[in-house]
């Protein structure tokens, strides 16, 4: 059907129905009212459907109009949207692809410093925890979990993986505990909060006490909250709720306001980290490659 009716059709049709007036939308497109309703009438015929009850000067939409103006208002915003990058005078836009932990608790902040500082360059950030959308070349810089090696992508360490129970202040003074006199059997007897694993590398209590005290594993109880994501993990320890297992790079904002406190004195390297990577097979532009500076060069509150 489409290859018969013009495609200018719905551009009068769209500009009709968001007028309601035939002669404003004319002006509007620079032709005359008459221009307007032959267009609409073709329309009409061609969808063998009314796309307005006139009533007087008075349009309406039908509903069979109400739901083609629905979908062809859609479509001319994504296009509109498709066609920026092509306009010219707009900001440069940088894509950036990171999980929902990083994005989160890390990159957000480093972002908005970031953007404050360059108004003339927009930023449009992938958050997801997909590996394969993580590391698509669509993307101009991605933040990956790894050991350092990518055959696409050339890393930059931003920080290394540590981790470490924490728990806000409220929640110790409410049980009158001391963070730094705590044990890891103290540790396994208080309100655990855990998250799950999606990724095999990733640590979780589990794993975080079969490296610190094995034998605890075997009698660790279940966590008091288990959460989908990590993100929610950490904000449910913000809120008292229990003890988080803190990546203290990700967190080093939170520890440095107090807002958490780290427990015990054991600390578990997991040997990976996260890792700003840029294209091995493309030059970035020069936009791109001022905000990969601004992130290596972002303090790590933690360290």
Known sequence: MLDRIPLEAFRVFDAAARAMNFSRAGRELNITQAAVSRRIK????HLGSALFTRRGRNL????????????????????????????????QIISIAAS?????????RKLKDFAKANPGISIRLLTTDAPSELAAETNDLVILYSTGEHPRWTLSLLMKEELMPVAS?????DRGLGAG???SEDIAG???????RFNAHWISYRQWFQRIAPPLKQKLPPPRLSFSTYVMAIEA???????????????GEQIVSGALVALGQEKVASGYGYFLGMPRNRRLSDEALRLHGHLLGAPNEAT
């Open 42 to 45: 073709g329309l009409e015929d």
């Open 60 to 91: 309406t939409l039908t509903a069979d109009g109400e739901r083609l103006f629905q979908r062809v208002r859609a479509t001319l915003e994504y296009l509109e949207e498709s066609l920026e990058p092509f306009r010219g005078g707009t900001p």
């Open 100 to 108: 929902g932990s990083v994005s989160h608790l890390w990159l957000g």
């Open 169 to 173: 202040p409220a929640y110790l003074r």
């Open 181 to 183: 006199e705590l044990s």
């Open 190 to 196: 208080l309100d655990l909060i855990d998250y799950e």
């Open 237 to 251: 320890a913000l809120d008292g709720e229990g003890v988080a297992l803190g990546s203290l790079g990700l967190i």
